[in-house]
Every structure is written in structure tokens, then in C-alpha cells.
């Protein structure tokens, strides 16, 4: 895997309440051996990453990767950082990343220690 960064963003989402917007950061590495691109992303706010992983989804495709012809269910590899959330943590027991992984419109979640390469 590619360690460098090639792009970092802070991203706002919907959430529930209009008034409190969820954040996230996000960092899109460089292509991995299997042609797809990491993205990490870390909350900024106290909304599960997870339970508005659609929206965030829809966010990054939009503002993001629609500009430069990259469908995000098809070329990316996506990753919660998990190491400041205790519940995703006590969740997905202990591991350091939630892998995102999709299957049409489903997406399965595992716990995962490293970035795939």
C-alpha cells in the first residue's frame, strides 16, 4: 500500500437533527496493489460513522470522487478509524479499522488491523 496521502477533507453530513450536523475527516492514500483506492475516515463529532455510512457515502461521492470519474462502491476501500471510539472498538473487538465492504446496495462491516494493500 501506498502510504501517501493525496487528498484529506473534512466532510459535513445529515444526521437526525438539523441542527447538529455529523463530521468526518477523511484521507484518500494512494492506489493499492488491486487498483482500488484506500480512504480512511475519522469522526469529528459523536455520530456513528456507521449508522450514517450512506449519507457519508453519498457525500463523498458528490463532492468528491464524481468530480474525477470514481464510483466509491466500485474503487474504493473504505476504513473507519476505530482507535478513539470506544464503541466501535468494543464493537468490532478492538480491531483499529472497520472495513467497509460493498455488496450492491448492503454494506458488511469487519473489524480489520491494517489497511489491505
Do not use: C, W
Not at 7 to 12: F, K, P
Not at 25 to 54: Q, R
Not at 84 to 105: C, H, M, P, T, V
Amino acid at each position: 500500500m501506498s502510504a501517501n496521502i493525496l487528498y484529506s477533507r473534512d466532510l459535513l453530513y445529515i444526521t437526525e437533527n438539523l441542527f447538529e450536523p455529523g463530521s468526518v475527516h477523511m484521507e484518500v492514500l494512494g492506489p493499492t496493489g488491486k487498483g482500488k483506492m484506500p480512504v480512511i475516515i475519522e469522526t469529528k463529532t459523536s455520530h456513528s460513522p456507521v449508522k450514517y455510512m450512506d449519507t457519508i457515502i453519498r457525500s463523498m461521492q458528490t463532492d468528491i470522487f464524481d468530480r474525477i470519474n470514481i464510483n466509491v462502491k466500485k474503487n474504493i476501500n473504505l476504513y473507519i478509524d476505530a482507535k478513539d471510539n470506544s464503541e466501535l472498538l468494543a464493537q468490532y473487538d478492538n480491531s483499529r479499522y472497520i472495513k467497509a465492504e460493498f455488496d450492491g446496495d448492503h454494506i458488511k462491516y469487519s473489524g480489520v488491523n491494517n489497511i489491505d494493500e
